[in-house]
C-alpha cells in the first residue's frame, strides 16, 4: 500500500493498495483531544510539558510550556561577582558543565582583554571536548532509550564514566565542575593525565564505532528516524538553531570552525554534515548522525592536543587570574560551540562594579526549541517522542 | 576621522561597511555608529520603522543578515528606558555582524515585534516580555514564558521588587 497524498487536516487519504487499486477515504478526522505530556514524561529529558491538540493519533498542534525548572540565573548573576557566576553557568547544562564555562570565560575575558596560557588553552580544549563526548553519549543513548532500544544506553553510560572520572580526577567534581575560571583553570593537569587520557581515546575509538554499528545503522532506529520532522537549511537559519541541529539540517556551521576561539584554529578537524545517502537531510537521524561521528572529530582534537600541549614543570593555572575583576565599561556577545549549539553570553560592565550590570544567557537548547511547534505539526504521536529526542534538550539550560 | 577607521580592527570594518548600507537607506532613523571592538552596534532611533530595517537587513543581497544570534531584554534606569539588543550575523555569503539596539519608554512602552522577520525571535521576545515588561506589538502569542503566568512584577527591572506572596507561599527568603 503506497500513499498517495493527504489533505492538510487529515480528513482525506488517498492510498494506492498493491493491486494498484486507488482507494479515497473521507471525513477521517475526529474529535480533537488535548493531551498534556509531561512535566514528568520521561521522553521530555525533564520537566518540560507540551499540550498536544491530537486528532486520533495525528498531531495537529503541540506547544512546549516551559519554565519549571527557571532559577533566575540572569537575576542571580547581578548580585554576584564576576568569578562566582561561573558555577552558575555549570548548573544550567549541567550535562557540559565545561562548555558552558569556557564560553562565559571567554567572554569576560573578551571583556578584560587578556591573554591566557598556551597550556591553559589546551588544558580548556581537552576538558571541554571530553565534556562534549560524554554529552553525546547522553545524548545518543536517552535518545535510543525513548525510541526503545535499551542495550546502546548502558553501553553509552559505561564509556561515559570513564570520562566522568578523568573529569573527576582533574577538577574534583563529576558534573559541576567549577574548573574554568576567568583567567586561567583551577588546577594543573595531574602529571599522568595525558597519558590516561590518551588510553581512552585508544579505548574509546572502537567503542564509537560499536555503537555506530549497534544503533545508527540499526534498522529499526533507521525506520523510526528517517524521514521524521525535516527542517530544511533556510528555516533551520531563521529559527537561529545551531550547533548538531543546524549541522543536521546541511549546514556547515560550527564555531569553533566560523567564529574561531581559544587554540581551534591551529588544531585539525572536520565538521561532519549529512550528505543525504543515509539520511534525508534535516530529518531525526541526520541530526543523531552528526552527533554520532562529532564523536571521533572531538578524540581527534583531543589527540592533537595532547600532541601540541606545552609540559611546564611547576606551572600555576591561576598565574594570570586577575586579583579583582572590574572589566572596563562596556559590552560583549561572546559565545562558543556547546555540544548543544552555540551557548552565548551577552554581558554589560558599567566599568565600577565587580558584578555585570547584565548578563544574559543565550541557551542553545532554548532557541532550538522554539521550533518544536512547526516541527511536530501533522507528525504521529510516537514521532513526537523521536522528534523531541533529536533536539537533545537539557531543561536546566533551557528554563536557566 | 580616517585615524578612527585605521585603529578599528577587520570585524569592526566589515560591520562598519554593513552599517553604512543601512544608514544610506534609512538616514536619520539609525543612529551613528559605535565601533565598540567587543560588539559594534547601531541604535534605531525610529522605533515605528524598526520592522522595515529588520527586513531591509535581512533581506538585502549585500547585508544578508539572517541569522539572529540572540535578543536580550535591557533596562536603561538613567535614561527611563527599557531596550533589546539584537546580535546579528549572516551563514553563509559574508561573515559580518552587527547588534542592533532598540529602545523604548519604561511606562507602557513598546516596540515593534521581529518574529515575522526571524522565527527565532518569538521565544525571545516572550522572554524579554516576561522579565522587562515592554510589549511588542504584533507578535503572534506575546504571554510569558519562564516565569509563571500570574506573576506580578517584571523580575528584570532595576527597580523590582519581589511580592510578598505567591498562592499563600511566601516567596522573599
Known amino acids: 500500500m503506497q500513499e498517495l497524498g493527504k489533505a492538510e487536516s487529515n480528513s482525506i487519504r488517498i492510498t494506492r493498495q498493491d493491486d494498484q487499486r486507488v482507494t479515497i477515504e473521507k471525513d477521517l478526522d475526529t474529535e480533537h483531544m488535548v493531551l498534556s505530556m509531561g512535566p514528568q514524561h520521561p521522553s521530555t529529558h525533564g520537566v518540560l510539558r507540551l499540550e498536544c491538540i491530537t486528532d486520533g493519533e495525528v498531531i495537529v498542534e503541540a506547544e512546549p510550556y516551559l519554565g519549571y525548572l527557571h532559577r533566575c540565573f540572569e537575576k542571580h548573576c547581578e548580585k554576584i561577582d564576576y568569578p562566582a557566576i561561573v558555577p552558575y553557568t555549570d548548573r544550567m547544562d549541567y550535562l557540559a558543565g565545561m562548555n558552558s564555562e569556557l564560553a562565559y570565560c571567554i567572554t569576560v575575558e573578551k571583556l578584560l582583554d587578556i591573554e591566557i596560557p598556551r597550556r591553559v588553552e589546551f588544558i580548556r580544549v581537552i576538558t571541554s571536548e571530553l565534556n562534549r563526548i560524554a554529552s553525546h553519549l547522553v545524548a545518543i543513548g536517552t535518545y535510543a532509550i525513548d525510541l526503545g532500544a535499551f542495550t546502546p544506553f548502558l553501553f553509552c553510560f559505561r564509556d561515559r564514566e570513564h570520562i566522568m572520572n578523568l573529569l573527576e580526577w582533574i577538577s574534583g567534581a563529576r558534573m559541576l565542575y567549577n574548573y574554568i575560571w576567568i583567567g586561567g583553570v583551577a588546577y594543573d593537569a595531574p602529571a599522568d593525565f595525558k597519558k590516561r587520557v590518551a588510553e581512552f581515546v585508544t579505548y574509546f575509538r572502537p567503542k564509537a564505532v560499536e555503537l555506530y554499528k549497534l544503533l545508527t545503522e540499526n534498522e529499526i532506529f533507521v525506520k523510526r528516524t528517517k524521514g521524521i520532522g525535516i527542517m530544511p537549511a533556510d528555516v533551520a537559519i531563521n529559527f537561529a538553531w545551531s550547533g548538531p541541529m543546524l549541522r543536521g539540517s546541511g549546514v556547515k556551521w560550527d564555531l569553533r570552525r566560523n567564529d574561531p576561539y581559544s587554540v581551534y584554529p591551529e588544531l585539525d578537524f572536520d565538521v561532519p554534515v549529512p550528505d543525504g545517502k543515509f539520511s534525508d537531510v534535516g530529518d531525526c537521524l541526520s541530526r543523531h548522525l552528526v552527533r554520532a561521528l562529532e564523536m571521533e572529530e572531538s578524540l581527534k582534537i583531543i589527540e592533537q592536543c595532547l600532541d601540541k600541549m606545552p609540559e611546564q614543570q611547576g606551572f600555576d593555572p591561576r598565574a594570570v587570574i586577575p586579583k579583582k575583576i572590574r572589566p572596563k565599561a562596556g559590552e560583549v556577545y561572546g559565545r562558543a560551540e556547546n555540544p548543544r549549539g552555540e551557548l552565548g553570553y551577552y554581558i554589560v560592565s558599567d566599568g565600577k562594579s565587580t558584578k555585570p550590570v547584565r548578563c544574559k544567557a543565550r541557551s542553545s537548547c532554548f532557541v532550538n526549541l522554539a521550533a518544536m511547534k512547526d516541527l511536530s505539526k501533522g507528525q504521529l504521536l510516537p514521532d513526537l517522542v523521536a522528534i523531541i529526542g533529536s533536539i537533545d534538550i537539557v531543561l536546566g539550560e533551557v528554563d536557566r | ?173
Open chain 2, 1 to 173: 576621522m580616517e585615524e578612527a577607521a585605521n585603529q578599528m580592527s577587520p570585524a569592526v570594518l566589515e560591520s562598519k561597511a554593513a552599517y553604512d548600507i543601512i544608514r544610506e537607506r534609512f538616514g536619520d532613523a539609525v543612529s551613528e555608529f559605535d565601533a565598540n571592538p567587543t560588539m559594534p552596534f547601531f541604535e534605531v532611533l525610529d522605533v515605528d520603522r524598526w520592522v522595515d530595517i529588520a527586513l531591509y537587513m535581512r533581506d538585502n543581497s549585500l547585508l544578508q543578515f539572517n541569522y539572529m544570534a540572540c535578543l536580550s531584554g535591557m533596562d536603561y534606569p538613567e535614561e527611563e528606558k527599557l531596550g533589546i539588543v539584537c546580535n546579528l550575523e549572516c551563514i553563509g555569503k559574508y561573515a559580518h555582524k552587527i547588534a542592533v539596539k532598540v529602545k523604548c519608554k519604561r511606562d507602557g512602552g513598546s516596540i515593534p515585534s521581529v518574529s515575522c522577520v526571524w522565527h527565532t525571535a518569538n521565544w525571545h521576545e516572550r522572554e524579554a516580555y516576561d522579565m522587562y515588561g515592554m510589549v511588542f506589538e504584533g507578535h503572534p502569542d506575546l504571554r510569558r514564558i519562564l516565569c509563571p503566568e500570574d506573576w506580578t512584577g517584571y523580575p528584570l527591572r532595576k527597580d523590582y521588587q519581589v511580592q510578598e506572596t505567591y498562592h499563600g507561599i511566601k516567596v522573599p527568603y
